[in-house]
T-cell receptor, first 114, second 112 residues
Framework: GENVEQHPSTLSVQEGDSAVIKCTYSDSASNYFPWYKQELGKRPQLIID?????GEKKDQRIAVTLNKTAKHFSLHITETQPEDSAVYFCAASSPNTNAGKSTFGDGTTLTVKP | SQTIHQWPATLVQPVGSPLSLECTVEGTSNPNLYWYRQAAGRGLQLLFYSIGIDQISSEVPQNLSASRPQDRQFILSSKKLLLSDSGFYLCAWSPRTPGEAFFGQGTRLTVV
């Protein structure tokens, strides 16, 4: 089945700096790659996603890049703010495996210091 | 629009007592359903997922079981809780083709 690895597990940046979180996946048939943000005590919620037919997607300060050849994708947050502090999860899913079951990375705890 | 309901939000149970957490989805049919557990400051541990009624896959051997008696209902159960069952339990659904996963509000279970 699919295996998703996420790095780093913790990341601390100064307010205004950029943050990058990387994920690799194993199933070359995976075609959907979402990123979720989980604030303390709350449920994970989608912040951005990308499908395999594009290499990059941007939404204001957040961007995701995908390298299908290398089977990795990354989340980029620019001009970080304290409210960006949260746990971020990447995921991957394949149409060929278990009806599109989502496989999550282990999460990255991002701390933005004011 | 689709919604997911998970209850209760918090639960304190004694060791050895039974458990039943329920999750229902509205506004979609034939969803993939998931139960995750999250220890404090840790990642999402997939416990069970289901691609259809009575089709349950267990990811991790444990003291818990899951059932899907109806298309949009997913139940997490235990006959006898252990201290190690404490954690934040999340139900989620995703469409049958790869797409966004939607999470319930979560249940914070404390076994005492």
């Amino acid at each position: 089945g699919e295996n998703v690895e996420q790095h780093p597990s913790t990341l601390s940046v100064q307010e205004g700096d950029s943050a990058v979180i990387k994920c690799t996946y194993s199933d070359s048939a995976s075609n959907y790659f979402p990123w979720y943000k989980q604030e303390l005590g709350k449920r994970p919620q989608l912040i951005i996603d990308i499908r395999s037919n594009v290499g990059e997607k941007k939404d204001q300060r957040i961007a995701v890049t995908l390298n299908k050849t290398a089977k990795h994708f990354s989340l980029h947050i620019t001009e970080t703010q304290p409210e960006d502090s949260a746990v971020y999860f990447c995921a991957a899913s394949s149409p060929n495996t278990n009806a599109g079951k989502s496989t999550f990375g282990d999460g990255t705890t991002l701390t933005v210091k004011p | 629009s689709q919604t997911i309901h998970q209850w209760p939000a918090t639960l304190v149970q004694p060791v050895g007592s039974p458990l039943s957490l329920e999750c229902t989805v509205e506004g979609t049919s034939n969803p993939n359903l998931y139960w995750y557990r999250q220890a404090a400051g840790r990642g999402l541990q997939l416990l069970f997922y289901s691609i259809g009624i009575d089709q349950i896959s267990s990811e991790v051997p444990q003291n818990l079981s899951a059932s899907r008696p109806q298309d949009r209902q997913f139940i997490l159960s235990s006959k006898k809780l252990l201290l190690s069952d404490s954690g934040f339990y999340l139900c989620a659904w995703s469409p049958r083709t790869p797409g966004e996963a939607f999470f319930g509000q979560g249940t914070r279970l404390t076994v005492v």
